[in-house]
């Protein structure tokens, strides 16, 4: 049987997979099983933010692969203590919880913020408002904050405690904390499963000043445009906000998986001895390879980032057969007159992998690809959709 074969027969079939089997890379370069080369648009959905096989994470990784592959959070690690403090010096934030993935960390983001409420404002303030098209993750409470209904369908019923704004509506988002008992507000500054869409300054300004007016937590899901992605190291410091609980996953661990939960001095002290946990969360394998990532993700790097951006926006921006390039960073929406489908199409069979987003493609590239092929992904892209 073939690859594809043994897949149909073996695994759910919960992904619409594209119709690649990826082997191996290099860099920003990714090869199928048949030799085909790639230029890599989507970083494996924004994981792989060094590209394939960096050298540098590859050897920190071997490294603590070969002295201790893990020990469980009954014990100290190394590389699970180094990171947690290279994230806090980075961002300012106070304290770290890791787990394995977006949706655990979004699950401890909202425990944190029931148990701060609990605490300082009665148990009666569960509630949690986040916005229509967010995606926070797949587990029964991270779906419930997931703010659209075909991924609820057919799951009911949900956790209960999450209320849903409109994205852009503060009058909204007023209007659900001012006639319910909350405790937070919980937003991606770009919305990345949502379509791809910056939130704006005067948006999220509005959610920091709903939340001190009314005592409730701010909780950044930075979980995809986090790391780097936005040009700054979590995108909320775009807006000059200050959340009390961020969360990350994705491009934190360079292509391990790893999250984080990170807490500011009002919230580091909520989630107590025997409260949470998790088994693999900081794995020390998963943390060497993490600490090699936040280590280059300096703000020199980011500025080539913001670089990489403009350049991407302002050629497809008004292209023929392109209506919109929303987004922020090396995290980009195009809007396609041909749709998405057909373009992702031709796209593989040029040698350029892009992602979906709702009705647009999704560009999501390591952070350090070269200017090469970025030129030449995006001559590409304009070919395709000029079609
Ligand atoms: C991907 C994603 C998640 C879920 O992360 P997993 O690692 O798949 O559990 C949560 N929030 C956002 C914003 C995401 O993009």
Redesign the pocket.
Known sequence: MTTKEKDAEYIVHTYARFPVVLVSGKGSILVDEDGKEYIDMGSG??VNIFGAADEEWEKAVKAQLSTLQHASNLFYTVPCAELAEKLCKKTGLKKVFFTN??????ECAIKAARKWACENKGAEYFNIVTLVN??????LA?LAATGQDAFHKDFLPLTPGFLYAPAGDAAAVEKLVAENKCAAIMF?AV???GGVVALGGEFVNALDEIAKKHDLLLIA?????GNGRSGKYFAYMNYGVKPDIV?T??GLGGGL?I?ATLFNERTQDVLTAGTHGSTFGGNPVAAAGAVSIVDRLTDEFMDEVAAKSDYVVKMLTGAKGITAVTGMGLMLGVSVTRGADAVLADLRDEGVLVLKAKDKIRLLPPLNIGWKELEKAVEIILKVCAK
Do not use: M, W
């Not at 993935?101 to 979004?106: L, P, Q």
């Not at 967010?134 to 587990?139: A, D, L, P, V």
């Open positions: 959905i924004g993935s977006g949706a655990e960390a979004n967010s995606f926070h993750g797949r587990t991270t991606e919305q990345g499963e899901d930075e979980v995809q445009c969360t996953a994705k998986p999250g």
